[in-house]
Nanobody, 120 residues
Framework: QVQLVESGGGLVQPGGSLRLSCATS????????MGWYRQAPEKQRELVAA???????NYADSVKGRFTISRDNAKNTVWLQMNSLKPEDTAVYYC??????????????WGQGTQVTVSS
């Protein structure tokens, strides 16, 4: 069974930093892309950042220059380094994987989410 497990969320003051991690487990051969989404209360889930297997990354305009996504292809692990955090970054952050399984099937998975709260 494939799982994506996030860690690294928490409470941080404005201007601070957090690093989110997403580890995968299960019979995964490789990943087409992995990314981070977030959902604030009463708002729709939105893409924060995504990265392809080749390392090409894209970011939401609201986080460009502050957040950096990176990955380890061998471990199918992805990180999100978040700097200069703002109160409006407060949300539940979800890891997403577009994965190629060992069976040859292509599937998309979500992690359970990790809370990030930016507040003084």
């Amino acid at each position: 069974q494939v799982q994506l497990v996030e860690s690294g969320g928490g409470l941080v003051q404005p201007g601070g930093s957090l690093r989110l991690s997403c580890a995968t487990s299960g019979s995964i051969f490789s990943s087409y892309s992995m990314g981070w989404y977030r959902q604030a209360p009463e708002k729709q889930r939105e893409l924060v950042a995504a990265i392809t297997g080749g390392g090409s990354a894209n970011y939401a305009d609201s986080v460009k220059g502050r957040f950096t996504i990176s990955r380890d292809n061998a471990k199918n692990t992805v990180w999100l380094q978040m700097n200069s955090l703002k109160p409006e970054d407060t949300a539940v952050y979800y890891c997403h994987g577009d994965l190629l399984l060992a069976s040859g099937a292509r599937r998309r998975y979500w992690g359970q989410g990790t809370q990030v709260t930016v507040s003084s």
